[in-house]
């Protein structure tokens, strides 16, 4: 699982590498914490994106193994 803790909106997808969406869900700014269960995806590398309401934008490798 990913946590995050942040006190911001921020929107997460999470995409294989077909560029299929598999997780797409939001932190509201009023949630101290919020887990992304991705327990569920199969092993193998996926692409994670993170993005908030000031336009900020972080997007990393996800590997599941």
């Known amino acids: 699982n990913i946590t995050i803790s942040d006190k911001e909106t921020v929107w997460i997808s999470v995409f294989d590498l077909n560029g299929r969406q598999v997780i797409k869900t939001f932190k509201l700014n009023n ?12 092993k193998g590398l996926y692409i994670i994106n993170f993005k908030n309401n000031d336009g900020g934008e972080l997007t990393r490798k996800l590997i599941i193994e």
């Open 31 to 42: 949630e101290n914490v919020n887990t992304l269960p991705v327990t569920t995806l199969a």
